[in-house]
């Protein structure tokens, strides 16, 4: 639970303080952490990284958790 716990902490940091340039790295985290149910989370964050502006992001994060479910 705690490599959860610090994931999802770094995730919300990372989304609020908008540094985008950091989501390679959490991405390479999540997949290295025990926690295989963030699996289809990250695979989807890492197809979407590519958006550039808020909108899109915002839809893609959307896919993602449609991805998840």
């Given at each position: 639970?705690?490599?959860?716990?610090?994931?999802?902490?770094?995730?919300?940091?990372?989304?609020?303080?908008?540094?985008?340039?950091?989501?390679?790295?959490w991405i390479t985290g999540a997949?290295?952490?025990?926690?295989?149910?963030?699996?289809?989370?990250?695979?989807?964050?890492?197809?979407?990284?590519h958006c550039g502006e808020r909108?899109?992001?915002?839809?893609?994060?959307?896919?993602?958790?449609?991805?998840?479910v």
């Amino acid at each position: 639970m705690t490599a959860l716990a610090e994931l999802v902490s770094r995730f919300a940091r990372i989304v609020t303080e908008h540094r985008g340039r950091d989501l390679a790295d959490w991405i390479t985290g999540a997949r290295a952490a025990p926690v295989p149910e963030l699996d289809p989370f990250s695979r989807g964050i890492d197809r979407c990284r590519h958006c550039g502006e808020r909108k899109e992001t915002i839809i893609c994060m959307a896919m993602i958790k449609i991805d998840a479910v």
